[in-house]
């Protein structure tokens, strides 16, 4: 991608400058233009979905035998790898995660290929024996065009996520990236028509979600949204699908809860708890950002912790060293200062961070440091609702129950997590806890084979696992008369 010039979107196939506004994406380690390109207009929208339509009555891809569609499949894998070190730099200029975390990412968004190609090939439709007169068969159809909406968290995996379920079913799919990091999903999008994906097939629309997301959610034409970002426009987007009886996949916040027992493996604990609030800046879905410690072991727990917190590189993105870089934007960052100061006045008390760095490398990004509040009430708005920042809040426990009700009292249940040694305990508040992914001894883990979701606010439906696939067809009965 040649970063000098303005970025072209890609309309059904045609790339063009955007019929929207003129804008910059920044590099949020300096706050300069990454990128420039035009977002798309409404007229782009109409045009991208009517030729996905037509791209998907005409181009054959869904008649392709599902080994066909598998190796284009396996090419886009072949490629990102290829491409992965320019793909992981991409990335950092465009969402400013260290280097580490974006090679990560890249790596992720190839085995999701990897593994909806093989996901393809081997679904397995049914035959049913003969009842009466009935032959009667189950079969799988693509539903046509489909629209994947996603955040700006972790641009490429999500897109990733999205895309290769979709287009391993046989359908047409418009994306509609973040407006703020647009560059990964028109990659991607190159990257497939490189591999053989038909062209047409695929749009990536970036722009205002209130604007060209809501205009895809509400188009006639698309079948099923798969939305990844915040509760409430999960909500406005679930209220459309109702309308157009459209099914929808809501991956959405969190306000996961993190416990650590007295019979933990300390050193395994603080590492364990601090990368699952402060790897990503915190600006993580799944970010263990309510802490339960148990009350014996709490004051010398939080000691190493804040340690831990206090000591962590904070810094230049493009650096191998750095654990923590930038916060997204200069707004989300202001956002989470407001929640800093609110946990203070609700009577929290900071025992890490709750400031901007200091110094020359810091002076134009959009740094922030980790950041612990304690002597905070589950009930607080800090400890409630999601910050989406590299922010902590910490409490004490002394009795199993009540630790299971406080970490269940929240709208969210996306993720949890146990710190012990006892495998019973680890099993029975495993149980107990109301969240659709649970980490025992680790956190943030992931597989691609794992189906991931959330519970009540945190989301509807899962994405992943083998039959994640699924998501993107309508099932069939056909019955032979015999
Ligand atoms: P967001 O809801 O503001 O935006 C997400 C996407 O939706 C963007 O592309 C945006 O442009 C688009 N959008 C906004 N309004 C829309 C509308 N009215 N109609 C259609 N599309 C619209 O979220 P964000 O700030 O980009 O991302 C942060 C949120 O995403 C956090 O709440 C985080 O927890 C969540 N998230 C969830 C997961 C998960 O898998 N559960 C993963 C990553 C992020």
Request: charged share 20%.
């Amino acid at each position: 991608m040649d970063l000098t010039k303005t970025q072209p979107i890609c309309v059904a196939g045609e790339w063009r400058l955007g019929g929207g506004d003129r804008y910059a994406t920044l590099y949020p380690a300096t706050g300069e233009p990454a990128a420039w390109l035009n977002a798309a207009s409404l007229a782009d929208v109409e045009e991208a979905i009517q030729g996905a339509d037509r791209a998907f009555r005409t181009s054959g891809w869904a008649q392709r035998k599902p080994h066909e569609r598998a190796s284009v499949l396996y090419n886009v894998a072949t490629l990102i790898r290829k491409r992965s070190e320019e793909l992981a730099q991409l990335q950092r200029l465009d969402n400013g995660k260290p280097i580490s975390e974006t090679r990560a990412l890249v790596a992720s968004a190839a085995g999701t290929f990897q593994f909806f190609a093989a996901a393809c090939e081997t679904l397995e439709e049914t035959l049913t024996p003969m009842r009466g007169d009935n032959l009667t068969m189950s079969v799988y159809e693509p539903m046509g065009v489909v629209a994947a909406i996603t955040p700006w968290n972790s641009p490429i995996a999500s897109e990733a996520q999205k895309m290769a379920p979709a287009l391993a079913a046989g359908n047409a799919v418009v994306v509609k990236p973040a407006e703020v990091t647009p560059l990964l999903a028109l990659e991607l999008a190159r990257i497939c028509e490189e591999a053989g994906v038909p062209r047409g097939l695929i749009s990536v629309l970036p722009g205002k979600g209130s604007v060209i997301g809501d205009a895809i959610t509400q188009h006639p034409l698309v079948r099923r949204v798969s939305f990844t970002g915040g509760t409430t426009t999960g909500k406005h987007i679930a209220h459309i699908a109702a309308d157009k009886m459209m099914p929808v996949s809501l991956e959405l916040g969190g306000k996961s809860p993190t416990m650590v027992f007295e019979d933990a493996d300390i050193d395994h604990a603080v590492a364990g708890v601090l990368y699952g609030i402060f790897s990503s800046s915190g600006e993580s879905c799944i970010a263990g950002s309510r802490l339960f410690v148990a009350q014996v072991i709490y004051d010398v727990f939080m000691e190493r912790l804040a340690a831990g917190a206090a000591a962590l590189r904070v810094g230049d993105p493009a650096s191998e060293r750095t654990q923590m870089g930038p916060l997204i934007t200069a707004r989300h960052r202001e956002g989470i200062e407001s929640y800093v100061a609110l946990g203070l006045e609700e009577g929290g008390r900071l025992r890490t961070g709750g400031l901007r760095p200091q110094g020359e490398a810091f002076d134009k990004g959009f740094f922030y440091t980790p950041t612990i509040i304690e002597d905070v009430r589950n009930d607080m708005r800090i400890c409630q609702e999601e910050i989406f920042g590299p922010v902590l809040v910490a409490m004490p426990f002394d009795n199993e129950q009540d630790l299971v009700d406080q970490a269940n009292d929240s709208v969210y249940a996306l993720a949890a997590g146990i710190w012990t040694r006892d495998y019973k305990k680890a099993w029975r508040i495993g149980r107990a806890v109301q969240a659709g992914n649970v980490w025992i001894n680790t956190y943030k883990q992931f597989s691609i084979s794992t189906p991931f979701g959330g519970w009540r606010d945190s989301g509807l439906g899962r994405e992943k696992g083998r039959l994640g696939i699924l998501q993107y067809m309508e099932q069939k009965a056909m019955y032979w008369g015999l």
